[in-house]
């Protein structure tokens, strides 16, 4: 909380509201207005604003602020605003439309809302903030008090979600019991009501607040219009309107958009509109006449076959093939009031965030004609400013790039998100990844750094933290709190901010000491929890088990306890680097004790392998990535691990939220040569005209993942090989790892400065040799390991090498 702020507004809501079942199964909406008087001279304003659970807040009828972002019951956040500029001299207004999502979230029938979003026991808005002349005077205060207006709103019903979680159901809107000029100045509202106060509390005695205001630590989302590419296909479209079914598809002929599409009294009609690549945003629907019309959207990743059975349990194919296929997803509905003209229309946009490639249009006309003038939608998405670039000898590699952009900016909103059609949810395993992706394009933490403190909002009195959050529904996943460890350690590593480290530090002490204490007499961390999740990776083999290894039935998880072990050694690190000493060296000690059981009581001399538990005869590739990346196994021991494991083609294999790691055990084996064989999965989705990663092969659930986006990791950190030397890119290190390329030219944006770097392969006297070329920022300390690991200190910021090159192991 801002402790030291002084907070004059208070949080309003409508009595008649406040009246209802408060925190019950249904959401409640409200309108509130504020009319003010701008000098002719003109004036500023500075607006800080929150509410309890969604709002959008308009200026004179235009959107100025959606928000707040996603929080807990530790952190309100609020928006600030600097929107001078808009005001007009005169007669101004500030209107607010705010929903408020029940807290019985796990009630049969209940109104959920997204359950990533934080929610007291009733809803609110407030507002803080006074027009002040150009010397700064105070003119008017437009704090949220009894001064506002509000009106309760009836015209909204939630739905069901239909084959999503945590999303928070759909909407079904009368535009009839909308009033109609709301958010302009100049509307009467004198038969709306004075809002009462909904903070009862008297601050004076130290209660705490069920709104911990805090400001916003990440900058606002970016909304940018965008209107659809073209229509896949249609049906009883007016003449010249309409694309035969089963029309453009595939990168076919681009049909034109059907607006404005004029439907006569009775008339139906629909459109299967393409976005052009999976995006997130707000859908706008703008209707003229109409009343007692239907308009339905439906949302959609990707046509999907009616029976996947008859496709070999294929669900989707070729994602906008829609031969033999059709659209499903969650449904929102407006029905017209009819009072809309085609020059001032009524427009519907949903409260919530969507996420589509595709939208499903369906038109029903009642006794009144109607016109939908247009359907169009703003992406919206954290600012994210991708500098960094790459281009490599692999001819599919600018769209790997581009994908995994795209893919990483879906799942960059308010908190990184696992998918933003499904789930909308932050997982720690997921975010971990993603923070990484994001520094390799940006050198961007803002987003990372919430993160990170979320989790730790998140620590319970076991001391083990929740593995997605925010959420109103708790989970624990314990594998997952190892992640949390890691990624303060990727942050310390990429922006050596050591007060971030101490900020954290007893979170990561409170994690590692929950494992420490389920260490049993065989050294090994015991079993989890019977009530928690022990999720690994999505594997056919242990699908039945929802992705975690069935060893866990028969007693410890050998790749928990190796997770373990690297999660100490670097809580060892951060404890190092603020000087806590004895502790690292403890922890140190702890990890090589849980290494040594892992080795006398999990390795099969047999099958030269370690298994997934100590008494039970099964293996997979996880288990051995993670006893080379927690030093289980070292130098040639490790490779010739790796080696058989990827010789073994019976073994469960590493999917899209493990690749990360089976990278990293590549190169730090020297086994880099297999990166171009690990991204034939990455390159099979280009064919299916993927414009987002998927979230896995087993599921079959999401078009769009975000520890998909590898791509932008590997080729800034390992093809062009740029990476911290010293914390916070103190001293730069370029090390390039050729992986199959012939290849490589980019630049990688760091805290440092901009890294430039470019490599090929040439022939020379029948021996290949390996040619480098770069540039750092001035000033900044370089590092240069060649391939053949011989290392180099340049003299300044440019510099050149060569080298001998020995084949790399491939597959």
């Given at each position: 909380m801002d402790e030291l702020r002084e907070w004059r507004a208070g949080w309003i809501w409508p009595k008649s509201l406040r009246g209802e079942l408060e925190g019950g199964v249904r959401q409640q909406r409200a309108l509130f207005r504020r009319e003010f008087q701008v000098p002719e001279e003109g004036a500023g304003l500075k607006l800080d604003v929150s509410a309890d659970s969604k709002f959008r807040l308009y200026l004179n009828g235009n959107l100025i602020a959606r928000g707040p972002i996603k929080g807990d019951v530790w952190a309100q956040y609020y928006d600030s605003l600097d929107v001078g500029d808009k005001l007009v001299p005169g007669a101004n207004v500030l209107a607010a439309e705010v929903v408020h999502y029940p807290r019985l979230a796990g009630m049969p029938g209940a109104e959920v809302g997204p359950a990533s979003e934080g929610r007291a026991d009733y809803g609110g808005l407030w507002i803080q903030g006074a027009l002040e002349d150009?010397?700064?005077?105070?003119?008017?205060?437009?704090?949220?008090?009894?001064?506002?207006?509000?009106?309760?709103?009836?015209?909204?019903r939630i739905g069901p979600e239909v084959g999503t979680l945590f999303v928070g159901g759909t909407e079904e809107v009368r535009g009839d019991l909308l009033p109609a000029g709301w958010r302009e100045a100049g509307f009467d509202d004198a038969s709306w009501e004075r809002p009462v106060a909904t903070e009862p509390l008297d601050r004076l005695y130290g209660q705490v607040s069920p709104w911990q205001l805090a400001a916003s630590p990440i900058p606002r989302m970016r909304e940018t219009p965008r209107a659809f590419a073209r229509v896949i296909r249609s049906g009883d479209l007016p003449a010249a309107q309409g694309v035969p079914a089963g029309g453009a598809h595939g990168g076919g002929t681009a049909a034109a958009l059907p607006f404005p599409l004029e439907l006569a009294p009775g008339q139906s009609a629909w459109a299967e509109l393409d976005a052009g690549l999976m995006t997130t945003g707000y859908v706008r629907l703008a209707v003229a006449g109409g009343a007692g019309a239907r308009v339905s959207l439906l949302y959609s990743e990707a046509y999907e076959y009616e029976n996947p059975a008859d496709h070999g349990g294929n669900r989707r194919?070729?994602?906008?093939?829609?031969?033999?296929?059709?659209?499903?997803?969650?449904?929102?509905?407006?029905?017209?009031?009819?009072?809309?003209?085609?020059?001032?229309?009524?427009?519907?946009?949903?409260?919530?965030?969507?996420?589509?490639?595709?939208?499903?249009?369906?038109?029903?006309?009642?006794?009144?004609?109607?016109?939908?003038?247009?359907?169009?939608?703003?992406?919206?998405?954290?600012?994210?400013?991708?500098?960094?670039?790459?281009?490599?000898?692999?001819?599919?590699?600018?769209?790997?790039?581009?994908?995994?952009?795209?893919?990483?900016?879906?799942?960059?909103?308010?908190?990184?998100?696992?998918?933003?059609?499904?789930?909308?949810?932050?997982?720690?395993?997921?975010?971990?990844?993603?923070?990484?992706?994001?520094y390799a394009v940006s050198a961007d933490d803002r987003l990372a750094r919430k993160t990170i403190h979320d989790f730790h909002s998140s620590l319970t009195p076991s001391g083990l933290i929740q593995s997605r959050y925010p959420s109103v529904n708790g989970q624990f996943i314990p594998g997952f709190a190892l992640y949390w460890v890691m990624m303060v350690h990727d942050h310390y590593r990429h922006f050596g901010d050591n007060a971030l480290v101490r900020r954290y530090l007893s979170t990561a002490d409170a994690i590692v000491g929950w494992f420490d204490r389920r260490i049993g007499k065989d050294g090994l961390v015991g079993p989890m929890p019977e009530a928690y999740w022990s999720f690994v990776d999505w594997v056919t083999e242990w699908n039945a088990t929802a992705g975690a290894p069935p060893a866990k039935v028969q007693g410890p998880l050998t790749v928990y306890n190796l997770m373990y072990a690297a999660a100490l050694r670097?809580?060892?690190?951060?404890?190092?680097?603020?000087?806590?000493?004895?502790?690292?060296?403890?922890?140190?000690?702890?990890?090589?004790?849980?290494?040594?059981?892992?080795?006398?009581?999990?390795?099969?001399?047999?099958?030269?392998?370690?298994?997934?538990?100590?008494?039970?005869?099964?293996?997979?590739?996880?288990?051995?990535?993670?006893?080379?990346?927690?030093?289980?196994?070292?130098?040639?021991?490790?490779?010739?691990?790796?080696?058989?494991?990827?010789?073994?083609?019976?073994?469960?294999?590493?999917?899209?939220?493990?690749?990360?790691?089976?990278?990293?055990?590549?190169?730090?084996?020297?086994?880099?040569?297999?990166?171009?064989?690990?991204?034939?999965?990455?390159?099979?989705?280009?064919?299916?005209?993927?414009?987002?990663?998927?979230?896995?092969?087993?599921?079959?659930?999401?078009?769009?993942?975000?520890?998909?986006?590898?791509?932008?990791?590997?080729?800034?950190?390992?093809?062009?090989?740029?990476?911290?030397?010293?914390?916070?890119?103190?001293?730069?290190?370029?090390?390039?790892?050729?992986?199959?390329?012939?290849?490589?030219?980019?630049?990688?944006?760091?805290?440092?400065?901009?890294?430039?770097?470019?490599?090929?392969?040439?022939?020379?006297?029948?021996?290949?040799?390996?040619?480098?070329?770069?540039?750092?920022?001035?000033?900044?300390?370089?590092?240069?390991?060649?391939?053949?690991?011989?290392?180099?200190?340049?003299?300044?910021?440019?510099?050149?090498?060569?080298?001998?090159?020995?084949?790399?192991?491939?597959?």
């Open positions: 150009e010397a700064g005077r105070e003119l008017t205060r437009l704090d949220s008090d009894d001064r506002w207006m509000a009106l309760p709103l009836r015209a909204v194919g070729v994602r906008d093939d829609p031969a033999d296929k059709l659209l499903r997803g969650n449904e929102d509905a407006y029905l017209p009031g009819g009072a809309g003209t085609p020059d001032d229309p009524e427009v519907y946009e949903p409260m919530g965030r969507r996420a589509f490639r595709f939208v499903r249009l369906s038109v029903q006309a009642a006794d009144a004609p109607l016109t939908v003038v247009d359907l169009s939608y703003a992406e919206t998405g954290y600012p994210l400013d991708a500098v960094s670039q790459v281009e490599t000898s692999d001819p599919l590699s600018g769209e790997l790039w581009d994908i995994s952009l795209n893919t990483l900016r879906r799942c960059m909103q308010d908190t990184y998100e696992d998918t933003p059609y499904y789930e909308q949810m932050q997982y720690v395993m997921d975010a971990k990844s993603q923070a990484l992706f994001t670097e809580a060892a690190d951060l404890n190092a680097w603020s000087g806590r000493g004895d502790t690292a060296a403890e922890y140190r000690q702890r990890a090589e004790a849980v290494l040594g059981a892992v080795r006398r009581t999990c390795f099969d001399e047999a099958e030269q392998l370690y298994r997934d538990g100590p008494q039970v005869a099964q293996f997979s590739q996880h288990t051995q990535i993670w006893a080379v990346l927690a030093d289980a196994v070292q130098g040639g021991e490790a490779r010739e691990l790796l080696e058989r494991m990827l010789a073994r083609t019976d073994l469960p294999k590493a999917s899209f939220s493990m690749a990360h790691y089976l990278f990293r055990a590549a190169a730090k084996t020297g086994l880099y040569g297999y990166a171009d064989a690990l991204w034939q999965p990455w390159r099979e989705q280009v064919g299916l005209h993927l414009t987002a990663w998927v979230e896995d092969p087993v599921q079959q659930r999401s078009d769009c993942h975000g520890w998909g986006a590898l791509p932008l990791y590997e080729y800034v950190a390992e093809t062009l090989g740029v990476q911290p030397e010293e914390p916070g890119y103190r001293t730069v290190r370029v090390a390039p790892r050729t992986g199959g390329l012939t290849w490589a030219s980019g630049e990688a944006k760091t805290p440092a400065g901009l890294v430039k770097v470019s490599w090929r392969l040439y022939e020379t006297n029948g021996r290949t040799r390996f040619a480098l070329n770069g540039e750092a920022p001035e000033g900044v300390p370089v590092v240069v390991v060649l391939p053949d690991g011989t290392q180099h200190v340049p003299g300044g910021p440019v510099f050149a090498y060569e080298c001998g090159l020995e084949e790399e192991a491939t597959a």
